[in-house]
């Protein structure tokens, strides 16, 4: 079953390697983004070294690294397990012998993983010869890094499954699953970082799951955070993942009992 499980990931990689089209563009789109947020954040701290507990070169870093993590654990799975339970394709996981849900991870996996190595690696170089990246050269944080941003990837991907599962129970879950990727971007930290929201709606914001997909990890990277700080901010990562797996073991279990083919 282990085996199984590690082929998909393996078919996931090689569909994603087929589409180099996408590839290519993905990371022109990706390096504009990483440029319009430089500037931007640039004109927004004018003459200030520091705003929001960040300086200018921890705020350059962090929108660089923050996208090329994006492109890492960011994934379709929502949208595609919202197709399969319309057009009733779902019914075929269920007399399969492998769990629905494990096999959308491991290929979200498989997905991340094209990403990572022909995406993330490579714009991030590309991406340090046009803008003043500043990387950290202590392994302990890279290697840190990467396990939150593995981390990142299985909280978003839980995110994912249970916005595409909630098709079981709403038919139609096209404006949740739209409405959580606006979520995902503004209050994760990709977009603005969690220190430049009032205190009051910091308070709010960690007491939800988006911080821990890119704000921990960008401020660890770019040393924000440092010290004992860091395994907290590991600790909350882990919490978060452990605690998702609760609505996501009821949403699955229930919605096993509803399924319906929408059209015949």
Do not use: C
């Not at 599962?165 to 971007?185: H, S």
């Amino acid at each position: 079953m282990h085996s199984a499980y590690i082929e998909m990931i393996h078919m996931r990689f090689l569909m994603m390697l087929a589409y180099r089209v996408n590839y290519y563009s993905g990371i022109i789109v990706y390096a504009l983004n990483i440029g319009a947020y430089y500037f931007l954040w640039k004109a927004i701290y004018g003459g200030s070294e520091t705003l929001g507990g960040m300086t200018v070169a921890q705020m350059t870093t962090y929108v660089a690294v923050s996208w090329m993590a994006r492109a890492f654990y960011f994934n379709n799975l929502d949208r595609e397990i919202a197709a399969e339970i319309k057009d009733g394709s779902v019914a075929i996981q269920f007399i399969r012998p492998y769990n629905y849900v494990i096999t959308k991870m491991m290929q979200g996996l498989g997905e991340g993983l094209f990403r990572f190595f022909l995406f993330s690696i490579p714009g991030m170089i590309f991406i340090s010869f046009l803008i003043p990246v500043q990387l950290p050269t202590d392994p302990a944080i890279w290697s840190i890094f990467l396990f939150m941003l593995l981390m990142s990837f299985l909280i978003n991907t839980q995110i994912n499954i249970i916005t595409g599962l909630f098709a079981f129970f709403l038919e139609n879950n096209e404006g949740m699953m739209r409405m959580k990727r606006v979520l995902v971007d503004l209050f994760s930290g990709l977009v603005v970082p969690m220190s430049f929201f009032p205190v009051w709606a910091q308070g709010v914001l960690q007491l939800l799951p988006f911080p821990a997909i890119t704000y921990l990890p960008g401020s660890v990277f770019t040393g924000k955070v440092t010290g004992a700080a860091v395994y907290h901010a590991l600790g909350v990562q882990l919490l978060w993942f452990v605690l998702l797996i609760i609505p996501l073991y009821l949403l699955w279990r229930g919605a096993r009992t509803r399924m319906f083919v929408q059209g015949g």
